[in-house]
Structure formats: structure tokens, C-alpha cells
């Protein structure tokens, strides 16, 4: 595939081409102020890790699309010092900055009850990303680490970590919603502020969202690979588990994984496997029901780190 920027171009010239990247150099603490300078010299200078940053800004341009690229090469422990920061700037700087903005918004008092249960709703949220942030921080993260540096841990599998982001973003939306259909400003001057506050939930939905996506597409399929290469007594499935599990799919399903990881359309798996289009179908729903994986994407991983494809073969097919 091709990738968008690459460690030679210019910091400037990547950052005019998507001022999303002051995000990523932000949260990495790369200061500004570095002239000509290229992707590569900025992020040496600032002692990170070059081939994480280009992960993330790629990622940012292009989408889940680079992940089979980069899933190889990021830094595991870059990337969660990516991820650590993010959740700082989050906790400590993003949800109290948009509480406040709400607060002068909607004339915040507990003898307005309407606003009072906004604000508290508000709370709440920021509340389940605190311990939501917390558990990756405290639990997640000091695990993953162990295993970069060799050491197995027992009963701990990276994949459990990609369903502890279902339904974070349902508060939020909900009280959005609550407010554009139903909270009347009481001045024009709140008017203004309360379209200001929405504008930035939004824009903290969207982010959130990209977050967990980054770290579902990305960092969960990294940390895989890692889990792929530790002893066998350690944290790997025992052996007759796994087998057991690609058990559960006949001969034929597993053909039709390694068409799908390889990029192939239902048409063309059709064609390669000499069955029709219909009975394609009813093997990915039969698949979707066994194993509860829902995407492409998310078959892609199963195939790598099950041995039906190996990472080439994805790559070469994108």
C-alpha cells in the first residue's frame, strides 16, 4: 500500500496537509518551533519514536487501511505512552474545559433542576472515562508492558480489552440530544454559549471515538502478535483451546476467512471457492455466529493470529 507521509518529509509540510497531527505532537509533547526539520529529525529531537508517529498520523489520514502496514513495526511501549498521554489530556485538561464551557451555557444552579441533571449527567460520563482510562492505566497497560519485555502473564488475553469500550459514548450522545431537543436557553448570550459547548461535544464524541477505534485497530492487534510470540506456558491459549476453537469452523469457513483477509469481495470469494454468492453469505453469517466477529477487519486479525493467513498475505492484498 501506499502510505501518505513518510519519515523524510517535512514536519510543516505534514501538518499543512492535516493540522490533525498537532494532536498526535501534542499529546506526544513535541514541541513546535522546529523550522525545515523532517518527520524523522523532529521526532528524534523529541526522543520519540519515529515509525509510531508515522503509524499515527497515517492512521489519521488514511484509516484502519495502514494497520496490516504498521501492525509489525510500531513500538508497543510508544504507542501506550501515546495512549497514557491521551487519557491525561482527557481527564485532566478536555472534559474539565467543556464542563466548564456547559456550566456558563446553560446558567448552571441546583435551583435550576433542568440544568442541575445536565451537568450531573455530564459528571457522569466524565466519570465512566475516568475509570474506563484508569483500568487500562492501572490494569491493562502494566500488563502489556511485561509482555514487550518477554515475561508471559498468566490469564491475561489483549483481546478481552477491545469489548470494555462498548457503549462509552451512549451518556454522551444522550445528553446532546437532551439538550438540542429540549433545553431553552434563558438569554441569547446563553444561546451563543450553548452552541459553542455542543460544537465541542461533538467534536469530544468524535475524538473519543477515533481513540478507542485507534486503540481496537491497532494497539489490541500489536499486542496480539507480542502474545503469538511468549513461551507456550504463558500467555498463549493452551494449546488443546485453541485448537478447539478453529475447530469450530469446518474446512470450508476457514477457506472463506483467508478470502475475506485477503481483501476478496463475496463475488470474488465465490468465484475462488466455486460456490455462489448466496452460499458465501450464509457461510459469514454461519462464521459471524460462531466466532462474534462482525467485520472484515476484525476476521483479518482472527486469521493472522490463528495461522490461517500470515501477515504478508494480508499486506500484499491491500
Known sequence: MSLIYHEEDKL??????NSRVLQIMSRLGMPLGFGEKSVRQVCEDSGVDTVTFLALANYMKLGKEVVYYFIDKISVASFMDYLIRCHHYFHFFLLPYIRRL??????????NKVAFLIIKSYDEYAEAVKRHTDLENTKIFPNVKLMVSGHPVQGFHISNFIRSHEGMDKKLTELRNIVIKYYNAPTSAHQEHLYAVLIQIFNLEADMRAHCELEDSLFVPAVQL???QLPENGNKMPVEVKEEMRESLSEREKDLVRCVAQGMSNK????????????????????????????????????????????????NAI
Open 268 to 315: 470474488e470469494i465465490a468465484a475462488k471457492l466455486f460456490i455462489t454468492v448466496n452460499t458465501v453469505i450464509t457461510h459469514r453469517k454461519n462464521i459471524t455466529r460462531k466466532l462474534n466477529i462482525h467485520s472484515p477487519a476484525g476476521l483479518t486479525i482472527y486469521a493472522i493470529v490463528n495461522g490461517l493467513v500470515s501477515l504478508d498475505e494480508v499486506k
Open 102 to 111: 456547559l456550566v456558563e451555557a446553560i446558567n448552571y444552579s441546583e435551583a
Open 12 to 17: 510543516y509540510d505534514v501538518i499543512q496537509d
Open 226 to 228: 507480542i502474545e503469538e
